[in-house]
């Protein structure tokens, strides 16, 4: 079963940036994909980027295109969420997870025990 640690939320104003990180552990995280979801208060938990187990292959929602850079480092057991020009929609309590099938990037599947994330909140 893997860990997810994730930090770096915080407050900033709309226009900033912030940069997530999600220390995970566990089980092998170079083999699995990893993601990014958000939570908005009264809201169901919402994808929101996606990389494969090399980092080659990224995906986003549309909401985030273009504002957000999903990464990681395999050797850190870490991914990452950059995250500039930030509106007042992006805040929610973000979360990290691996997908549930390792080698496969395919309609991501969070199959890891949700964490207890990282709340970010963006000012008008």
């Known amino acids: 079963q893997v860990q997810l640690v994730e930090s770096g939320g915080g407050l900033v104003q709309a226009g900033g940036s912030l940069r997530l990180s999600c220390a995970a552990s566990?089980?092998?995280?170079?083999?699995?994909?990893m993601g990014w979801f958000r939570q908005a208060p009264g809201k169901e938990r919402e994808f929101v980027a996606a990389i494969s187990w090399s980092g080659a292959t990224l995906t986003y929602t549309d909401s985030v295109k273009g504002r957000f850079t999903i990464s990681r480092d395999n050797a850190k057991n870490t991914v990452y969420l950059e995250m500039n020009s930030l509106k007042p929609e992006d805040t929610a309590v973000y979360y990290c997870n691996a997908d549930e099938r390792p080698y496969t990037f395919l309609d991501f599947k969070p199959g890891g025990s949700w964490g207890q994330g990282t709340q970010v909140t963006v000012s008008s």
């Open positions: 566990g089980r092998t995280f170079s083999s699995y994909p």
